[in-house]
């Protein structure tokens, strides 16, 4: 043969290389395969798993803040509720002093009255005196002048009347 190809040899080589190909076909590629496989299945589920898991989270995250939402709602009417307790009770408060104000101002003023009268009767003694010792001094001094002050007097008595 020319360039002294043997074309048994090339045959035999290549029987060679076809048992070794399906040799590592069967004994690497086949589990490097089927293990490749697994694992990707294994990532899949993780990867669904952690999906799921993430659903979840953002579902109680939207729960939880949904209860936030609602009891800050809540918050707000306590809130609401006590400041218009607060604003009663203030006003009943208010009324209150302003009643207990104008009971002191009617005791200080029927005080005041008593006081005022126990001053005119006082002041009016004390004319009565006044005028009764002036009336003994103009008696004692002259009769005529006592009898002319019992007439006006009385006079002026059936006038008013």
Same mark, same amino acid.
């Given at each position: 043969?020319?360039?002294?190809?043997? =074309?048994?040899?090339?045959?035999?080589?290549?029987?060679?290389?076809? %048992?070794?190909?399906?040799?590592?076909?069967? =004994?690497?590629?086949?589990? %490097?395969?089927?293990?490749?496989? +697994?694992?990707?299945?294994?990532?899949?589920?993780?990867?669904?798993?952690?999906?799921?898991?993430?659903?979840?989270?953002?579902?109680? +995250?939207?729960?939880?803040?949904?209860?936030?939402?609602?009891?800050?709602?809540?918050?707000?009417?306590?809130?609401?509720?006590?400041?218009?307790?607060?604003?009663?009770?203030?006003?009943?408060?208010? +009324?209150?002093?302003?009643?207990?104000?104008?009971?002191i101002i009617k005791t200080a003023r029927s005080v005041a009255?008593?006081?005022?009268?126990?001053?005119?009767?006082?002041?009016?003694?004390?004319?009565?005196? %006044?005028?009764?010792?002036?009336?003994?001094?103009?008696?004692? /001094? /002259?009769?005529?002048?006592?009898?002319?002050?019992?007439?006006?007097?009385?006079? /002026?008595?059936? /006038?008013?009347?």
């Amino acid at each position: 043969m020319p360039l002294n190809i043997n =074309l048994q040899q090339i045959l035999l080589h290549l029987l060679n290389f076809v %048992i070794l190909f399906a040799i590592l076909y069967f =004994l690497l590629y086949n589990p %490097i395969k089927k293990f490749m496989a +697994k694992r990707t299945e294994e990532y899949k589920k993780m990867d669904n798993s952690a999906k799921q898991k993430l659903d979840e989270a953002e579902k109680i +995250k939207a729960e939880y803040t949904e209860r936030l939402q609602s009891a800050d709602a809540e918050i707000e009417k306590r809130k609401a509720e006590a400041e218009k307790n607060a604003e009663s009770l203030a006003d009943k408060r208010l +009324k209150m002093a302003e009643a207990e104000a104008d009971t002191i101002i009617k005791t200080a003023r029927s005080v005041a009255e008593n006081e005022k009268k126990k001053i005119i009767d006082s002041a009016q003694k004390d004319i009565a005196e %006044i005028i009764t010792a002036a009336a003994e001094k103009v008696v004692c /001094s /002259s009769p005529d002048v006592y009898n002319d002050f019992l007439e006006n007097a009385e006079k /002026s008595r059936i /006038s008013d009347k």
